[in-house]
């Protein structure tokens, strides 16, 4: 087996051959077939128009490999259907890192891979309409049910129909024979009821378009990538983060997922650990952060950081030739590592892990946020490893307390998301973080003044994190206009978390996660900006003319329900403040949460003349409001 990267590629009955020798096999980590008939189609098409398919990335497997490897199949009645006529595996074999769906698409329409079950999706058979006068019918999928009806499981009564089955009937036939076959039936009146062909140039116009599907077939290739199996499965994950265009990930999380099942297979509760995310992902404190389907490696990430965490800890899972003998990070290779112990440790103190979570949100944003919300939602890993640390080491390794831990990590997460600081290399930086942060915990029991260790600690922030001195002035110009990434999210995430009552309804709760789909609005609606740039207004609200984006900053953003902001888009706040009857005092506590004080409310209700103070004065709250989460033993 080479032991070199490789370029190469198959045909369709090259690929059939390989599926069914069993020399490329489905790892058991890849997820389930989930293509759609339209999607089987859409492939199909493709082949027979020799336009191009994609490629498909295999891994070399050596004959020592515990990597488990299934034959390619879909779902059937209790158990998955293998594509027929397959063979024992041979020595040499490539497990499919991606290309999983085009090549059980592939056996499905050409190799006659179909479930028994009429429950199931793929409970039938493809085939080439050569009838039809629109190209975009010539593929057609027919039930197995309405195939035994209309007698379509024949060759020739389907042919007759001007239908080519795009999969054999006859075992052992190659593509190149069957097709072949094919020309010769589509002119053989034997084919046709009452052996009567169709009219010269109909059966002209049929025999073109079999002719070209043929060509296509057999002239169609999968683009393959080889990757030799000196690759272990660390450097697989990490090196082969996206495999192609399409955007499929070899997924960590569905290695975790297989390894944990076999591990615990013959156990009374297997680990299903998709399962488990999506379970703990409705849990208070855990909602909108676990999901199966969205970023699950958050939660795995968070479930090593607690690992690294520990001073007494289970020893690491093999994850290649090498033994990784130390887990340091939240990086690919450490997720694998991680071993099934600490897994089964998590979901049993799984209340406490989903409070961890929950807490982390209180402390660096006084509210519950959701992971899109949260500039480097991965930095939430560190919080809840050392808050597993505190939990579950003895006390003689934490003379700390939550509250130490809370000043310390709101300014840490703070500094760390104002300056960008993750935006390159932040899962290797992660590991040192967090034993950074454990080592300045570690040295509050030298100190009797909580005020001293808390200088201490800024002085050791700054010195370890090295990033710049942000002072307000920065922050307010920040703030005064429309960011992006990381740092447009840091500069909402306190508006977003506080917010907990609709401005225009305060019966209504917009705090998170009671209410999931509330949005941020404008508070000056951008069409009434738009139509009131002129004169002196021009320089706040024109973009010709002003130098900032006043009207996209955070400065003029806040969150509202959908039914409130079309109320409050039809006219400038001014007069939406009297129509409602609003007041500072009737909505003070709200307001605060908005960051919306006495003076800039009535610069608010002020209407036009109002906006360049409103939009000062809130972004100078605002500012202030970050400076002092950026200084520990300073409360929010």
């Given at each position: 087996?080479?032991?070199?990267?490789?370029?190469?590629?198959?045909?369709?009955?090259?690929?059939?051959?390989?599926?069914?020798?069993?020399e490329?096999?489905?790892?058991a980590?890849?997820?389930?077939?989930?293509?759609?008939?339209?999607?089987?189609?859409a492939?199909?098409?493709?082949?027979l128009?020799?336009?191009?398919?994609?490629?498909a990335?295999?891994?070399g497997?050596s004959?020592?490999?515990?990597?488990?490897?299934?034959p390619?199949?879909?779902?059937?009645?209790?158990?998955?259907?293998?594509?027929?006529?397959?063979?024992s595996?041979p020595?040499m074999?490539?497990a499919?890192?991606d290309?999983?769906?085009?090549?059980?698409?592939?056996?499905?329409?050409?190799?006659?891979?179909?479930?028994?079950?009429?429950?199931?999706?793929f409970w039938?058979r493809?085939?080439?309409?050569?009838a039809?006068?629109?190209?975009?019918?010539?593929?057609?999928?027919?039930?197995?049910?309405e195939?035994k009806?209309?007698?379509?499981d024949s060759?020739?009564?389907?042919?007759?129909?001007?239908?080519f089955?795009?999969?054999?009937?006859r075992?052992?036939?190659?593509?190149?024979?069957?097709?072949?076959?094919?020309?010769?039936?589509?002119?053989?009146?034997?084919?046709?009821?009452?052996?009567?062909?169709?009219?010269?140039d109909e059966l002209?116009?049929?025999n073109?378009?079999l002719?070209?599907?043929?060509e296509?077939?057999?002239a169609?290739?999968?683009?393959?990538?080889?990757?030799?199996?000196?690759?272990?499965?660390?450097?697989?994950?990490?090196?082969?983060?996206?495999?192609?265009?399409?955007?499929?990930?070899?997924s960590?999380v569905?290695?975790?997922?297989?390894?944990?099942?076999?591990?615990?297979?013959?156990?009374?509760?297997?680990?299903?650990?998709?399962?488990?995310?999506?379970?703990?992902g409705?849990?208070?404190?855990?909602?909108?952060?676990s999901s199966?389907?969205?970023?699950?490696?958050?939660i795995?990430?968070?479930?090593?950081?607690?690992?690294?965490?520990?001073?007494?800890?289970?020893?690491?899972?093999?994850v290649?030739?090498?033994?990784?003998t130390?887990?340091?990070?939240?990086?690919?290779?450490?997720?694998?590592?991680?071993?099934?112990?600490?897994?089964?440790?998590?979901?049993?103190?799984?209340?406490?892990?989903?409070?961890?979570?929950?807490?982390?949100?209180?402390?660096?944003?006084?509210?519950?946020?959701?992971?899109?919300?949260?500039?480097?939602?991965?930095?939430a890993s560190?919080?809840?490893?050392?808050?597993?640390?505190?939990?579950?080491?003895?006390?003689?390794?934490?003379r700390?307390e939550?509250?130490?831990l809370d000043?310390?990590?709101?300014?840490f997460?703070?500094?760390?998301?104002?300056?960008?600081?993750?935006?390159?290399?932040?899962?290797?930086?992660?590991?040192?973080?967090?034993?950074?942060?454990k080592?300045i915990?570690?040295?509050?029991?030298?100190?009797?003044?909580?005020?001293?260790?808390?200088?201490?600690a800024?002085?050791?922030?700054?010195?370890?994190?090295?990033?710049?001195?942000?002072?307000s002035?920065?922050?307010?110009?920040?703030?005064?206009d429309?960011?992006?990434?990381?740092?447009q999210?840091?500069l909402?995430?306190?508006?977003?978390?506080r917010?907990?009552?609709d401005?225009?309804r305060?019966?209504?709760?917009?705090?998170?996660?009671?209410?999931?789909?509330?949005?941020?609005?404008?508070i000056?609606p951008?069409?009434?900006?738009?139509?009131?740039?002129?004169?002196e207004?021009?320089?706040?609200?024109?973009?010709?003319?002003?130098?900032?984006?006043?009207?996209?900053?955070?400065?003029?953003?806040?969150?509202?329900?959908?039914?409130?902001?079309?109320?409050?888009?039809?006219?400038?706040?001014g007069?939406?403040?009297?129509?409602e009857?609003?007041?500072?005092d009737?909505?003070?506590?709200?307001l605060?949460?908005?960051?919306?004080?006495?003076?800039?409310?009535?610069h608010?209700e002020?209407?036009?003349?109002?906006?360049?103070?409103?939009?000062?004065?809130?972004?100078?709250?605002?500012?202030?409001?970050?400076?002092?989460?950026l200084?520990?033993?300073?409360?929010?």
């Amino acid at each position: 087996m080479s032991q070199e990267l490789e370029v190469t590629s198959v045909t369709v009955n090259d690929l059939l051959d390989k599926l069914r020798a069993r020399e490329w096999m489905i790892p058991a980590f890849q997820r389930d077939f989930v293509w759609t008939i339209g999607d089987v189609s859409a492939l199909v098409s493709s082949i027979l128009e020799r336009r191009p398919i994609g490629m498909a990335t295999l891994w070399g497997q050596s004959d020592d490999s515990d990597l488990r490897l299934e034959p390619v199949s879909i779902r059937d009645r209790d158990n998955p259907i293998e594509l027929p006529g397959a063979q024992s595996p041979p020595a040499m074999k490539y497990a499919v890192l991606d290309g999983r769906q085009r090549c059980t698409a592939i056996a499905i329409a050409f190799g006659g891979l179909r479930p028994t079950d009429g429950r199931v999706r793929f409970w039938g058979r493809f085939y080439l309409n050569v009838a039809a006068m629109d190209d975009s019918n010539r593929i057609k999928f027919h039930r197995e049910a309405e195939v035994k009806k209309n007698g379509l499981d024949s060759d020739s009564i389907a042919i007759g129909k001007g239908l080519f089955p795009l999969s054999s009937s006859r075992p052992q036939e190659s593509l190149m024979q069957q097709w072949y076959r094919y020309t010769q039936a589509i002119r053989d009146p034997a084919s046709y009821p009452e052996s009567e062909l169709p009219d010269p140039d109909e059966l002209e116009r049929r025999n073109q378009i079999l002719a070209r599907s043929f060509e296509g077939l057999m002239a169609t290739k999968l683009a393959v990538n080889i990757v030799p199996s000196s690759y272990s499965l660390a450097e697989i994950c990490e090196i082969f983060e996206v495999l192609n265009t399409t955007g499929t990930k070899v997924s960590t999380v569905d290695l975790i997922h297989s390894w944990l099942f076999s591990e615990t297979a013959k156990e009374a509760s297997p680990i299903l650990l998709r399962d488990w995310i999506d379970r703990i992902g409705e849990l208070s404190g855990a909602v909108g952060w676990s999901s199966s389907k969205d970023r699950p490696e958050l939660i795995a990430q968070m479930t090593t950081a607690a690992y690294v965490s520990l001073e007494s800890r289970p020893d690491p899972r093999a994850v290649g030739p090498k033994r990784q003998t130390r887990i340091t990070s939240v990086k690919s290779g450490d997720l694998l590592a991680t071993p099934t112990l600490h897994w089964k440790n998590v979901m049993a103190y799984q209340q406490e892990f989903v409070g961890f979570l929950g807490n982390f949100q209180q402390c660096v944003a006084d509210g519950a946020f959701g992971w899109q919300s949260c500039p480097y939602p991965v930095t939430a890993s560190i919080y809840v490893g050392l808050r597993w640390h505190h939990r579950f080491d003895v006390e003689t390794t934490h003379r700390w307390e939550i509250s130490d831990l809370d000043a310390l990590f709101r300014a840490f997460f703070w500094r760390n998301a104002l300056s960008s600081r993750y935006d390159q290399g932040f899962l290797t930086q992660l590991g040192a973080d967090l034993a950074q942060l454990k080592a300045i915990l570690n040295e509050r029991s030298s100190f009797e003044d909580s005020c001293e260790w808390a200088t201490e600690a800024n002085r050791k922030l700054s010195t370890f994190m090295n990033t710049p001195d942000l002072e307000s002035t920065t922050l307010r110009e920040w703030i005064s206009d429309r960011q992006t990434g990381a740092l447009q999210k840091a500069l909402l995430l306190p508006i977003i978390a506080r917010a907990d009552k609709d401005l225009l309804r305060p019966s209504i709760d917009i705090s998170f996660p009671a209410r999931t789909d509330i949005q941020l609005h404008h508070i000056f609606p951008q069409a009434w900006c738009r139509n009131n740039r002129t004169g002196e207004l021009s320089e706040w609200l024109d973009p010709d003319v002003s130098e900032k984006d006043w009207i996209g900053s955070a400065a003029n953003l806040m969150p509202l329900t959908r039914e409130s902001n079309l109320k409050w888009r039809a006219a400038n706040p001014g007069a939406i403040i009297h129509q409602e009857n609003l007041t500072f005092d009737s909505h003070k506590e709200h307001l605060s949460k908005l960051f919306i004080t006495d003076e800039a409310f009535h610069h608010l209700e002020s209407g036009a003349a109002g906006i360049p103070s409103f939009w000062e004065t809130r972004a100078n709250t605002l500012a202030d409001h970050l400076q002092n989460l950026l200084t520990v033993a300073n409360q929010p």
